[in-house]
């Protein structure tokens, strides 16, 4: 199985501030990697397919970057929405496997 | 407004079996492959089980493989979750999810179901 690793796994950060969460794959995965936001008690919601393609109605300050094995979100300029978990997810092979978290809270 | 819709979930004893429902609307079910994807309480998401748009393809995580049935009925824009031989880390909320691409097990998840929460305990 491909193994995913994020990193931190909690973040504290002010608004305004620009952060980055890094996403390691165990294999190389190629650019078939995803980023979900989730707010306690909601569904993830899908921020980036394909490593660094910006999901229709996400705002800009999102980004994705990486290729192969490393990965990075980045998110700009925090705002009061964007405090919630991130998850990468890699669909390159089965089974499909998420990372284990990163929480982004309020410094 | 796309959208997804489980229910089926409960509390079940160990050993038991399970039906989960997801029905779709707003969208052309039978183009797009569907998965399900569970969180436990507290913790991460677990991919659980994907089927192609045409039922011809079926994934399934080891964790669950054997115990658990993915199928669908496109004329009735559902996709379900036959959960048998149930143990108590089954336990979590169980999410119904849309491919973001047509035709395409591809595997990015455009459009989720609010969940629907399965406790497995005697």
């Known amino acids: 199985d491909t193994q995913m690793t994020q990193t931190p796994s909690t973040l504290s950060a002010s608004l305004g501030a620009g952060v980055t969460i890094t996403c390691r794959a165990s294999q190389n995965i190629g650019n078939w990697l995803a980023w979900y936001q989730q707010k306690p008690g909601k569904a993830p919601k899908l921020l980036i397919y394909?490593?660094?393609s910006l999901e229709n109605g996400v705002p800009s300050r999102f980004s994705g970057s990486g290729s192969g094995t490393e990965f990075t979100l980045t998110i700009s300029s925090l705002q009061p929405d964007d405090f919630a978990t991130y998850y990468c997810?890699?669909?390159?092979?089965?089974?499909?496997?998420f990372g284990q978290g990163t929480k982004v809270e309020i410094k | 407004e796309v959208r997804l819709l489980e229910s089926g979930g409960g509390l079940v004893q160990p050993g038991g079996s399970l039906r989960l429902s997801c029905v779709a609307s707003?969208?052309?079910?039978?183009?797009?492959?569907m998965t399900w994807v569970r969180q436990a309480p507290g913790k991460g998401l677990e991919w659980v089980s994907s089927m192609s748009a045409n039922s011809v393809t079926t994934q399934y995580a080891d964790s669950v493989k054997g115990r658990f049935t993915i199928s669908r009925d496109n004329s009735k824009s559902t996709l379900y979750l036959e959960m048998s031989s149930l143990r108590a880390d089954d336990t979590a909320v169980y999410y119904c999810?849309?491919?973001?691409?047509?035709?395409?097990?591809?595997?990015?998840?455009?459009?989720w179901g609010q969940g629907t929460m399965v406790t497995v305990s005697s």
């Open positions: 997810q890699q669909y390159k092979t089965y089974p499909w496997t």
């Open positions: 394909r490593a660094s």
């Open positions: 999810a849309k491919d973001r691409e047509q035709w395409l097990l591809r595997g990015a998840f455009d459009v």
């Open positions: 707003e969208f052309n079910f039978n183009t797009y492959a």
